[in-house]
């Protein structure tokens, strides 16, 4: 079923660009008009042949974005709020992401980035853009766009904690900590940041602390089986027996395997944290 709704994404996509192209080269050429005077229409004039192609499959197409809405809630939030076509292009965008298709969602969500007027548009578009980026492996482009979008007043706890999580990767330590603080600042219940943060702390070999981040975690969701995973990790390297042994238990009760915490533990006994 998502086979056959990206494939038609794909071709709406297909569609949409040989329209728009053509629009543009009717204009320029035959009228002899502006680039910038048919812009609205030219974009217009994209996007509805792809989205008649998904009305055809309208009720695949709207499980789908259920799903997409359900999963990045927080992420989407109010985005394009009545804009049908902009809101709808935005969750393709998202569900493109979502199915590793990080290069036709940044298409849309490049065009997308021309038609933001609220803040709660350029969070959304901004985030994705750079996700996408960061899932090329492309941290550079995703590095300045959430800069770019910081500095623009667009920052949001996800933004700050992603950009917290690139700079850790570079071995920027203290901007990895910046950003992750931020990140608890504008959301004191992103736990993900508080589980990035006491990973940095690990890292580090700051082993105190990352076990407090870690409880913090674990206050705001017990359930949350990364946290509970490198509390066991920490405590089977650095702990006592008993503390080693309950850490790992609550791990395994919280659906992480037995085998990959034993796996793990020996990768850190063979490759402890510089």
Not at 109 to 131: G, N, P
Not at 229 to 256: D, F, M, P, V
Request: with cysteine; net charge positive.
């Amino acid at each position: 079923m998502k086979r056959k709704i990206l494939f038609f994404v794909k071709i709406g996509l297909g569609v949409s660009i040989l329209a728009s192209t053509c629009f543009y080269v009717l204009n320029m050429i035959i009228a002899h008009s502006s680039p910038w005077k048919y812009i609205y229409v030219f974009t217009l004039f994209a996007v509805i042949p792809f989205f008649v192609l998904i009305k055809l499959f309208y009720d695949d197409y709207a499980r789908i974005i259920d799903k997409v809405k359900a999963k990045f809630a927080t992420e989407i939030s109010d985005a394009f709020d009545g804009k049908i076509i902009k809101r709808h292009t935005l969750l393709i965008s998202v569900f493109l992401f979502n199915k590793g298709k990080n290069r036709l969602s940044i298409i849309l969500l490049t065009i997308l980035s021309k038609k933001c007027i609220r803040v709660s548009d350029y969070r959304a578009v901004e985030l994705f853009r750079a996700l996408n980026y960061t899932a090329l492996k492309k941290e550079p482009q995703a590095i300045l766009i959430y800069d770019k979008a910081i500095k623009n007043g667009y920052g949001t706890s996800a933004i700050f904690n992603n950009l917290g999580h690139l700079y850790s990767k570079e071995e920027l330590s203290a901007e990895a900590h910046k950003n992750y603080d931020l990140a608890i600042h504008y959301d004191p219940k992103n736990i993900t940041a508080y589980h990035n943060k006491a990973q940095l702390y690990f890292k580090e070999n700051n082993y105190e602390k990352a076990i407090e981040l870690s409880e913090k975690a674990l206050d705001i969701n017990p359930k949350f089986s990364p946290s509970t995973t490198l509390l066991a990790i920490i405590y089977a390297l650095y702990g006592t027996s008993e503390e080693a042994i309950a850490a790992k238990g609550r791990a395994i009760e919280n659906g992480e395997s037995a085998s990959n915490i034993d796996r793990t533990i020996k990768h850190y006994k063979d490759n402890p944290p510089l």
